[in-house]
């Protein structure tokens, strides 16, 4: 299982398990589980609607991509810990980790 915590706009913190065979990405779990995430480009990194910021085990998530990057410049509020949720894919490096949705 995959195991993670996710917190919303109001503060509450609900822990995610999903099967490890999944193959989604983050942002279409978050999407599947309702969160409210736009995700308008449907997952292409060409919107930044899927902003998170990643608390705990970004370092198990691997480096940003370019096309990533280049969206998160964009955004006003973006901080270190920014990351797009379409760009994440699910496996078992998310276990453990902290989200907070921000898009």
């Known amino acids: 299982m995959i195991i993670f915590d996710v917190r ?3 503060g509450e913190l609900q822990t995610l398990e999903l099967p490890t065979d999944i193959n989604l990405s983050l ?4 999407k599947a589980s309702e969160y409210p995430i736009a995700a ?3 997952g292409m990194a060409l919107c930044a609607t899927c ?3 990643v608390l705990k ?3 198990k998530l691997g480096p940003p991509t370019d096309a990533e990057l280049d ?3 964009t955004l006003p509020h973006a901080t270190a810990h920014s990351r ?3 760009q994440i894919r699910l496996g078992e490096q998310l ?3 902290v989200i907070v949705l921000k898009g």
């Not at 942002?27 to 978050?30: D, F, H």
């Open 71 to 73: 969206m998160i410049d």
């Open 27 to 30: 942002m279409e779990v978050l």
């Open 8 to 10: 919303n706009a109001a």
């Open 40 to 42: 308008t480009c449907g």
């Open 57 to 59: 085990g970004a370092e």
């Open 84 to 86: 797009l949720a379409c």
């Open 51 to 53: 902003h998170i910021e």
């Open 95 to 97: 276990n453990g980790a």
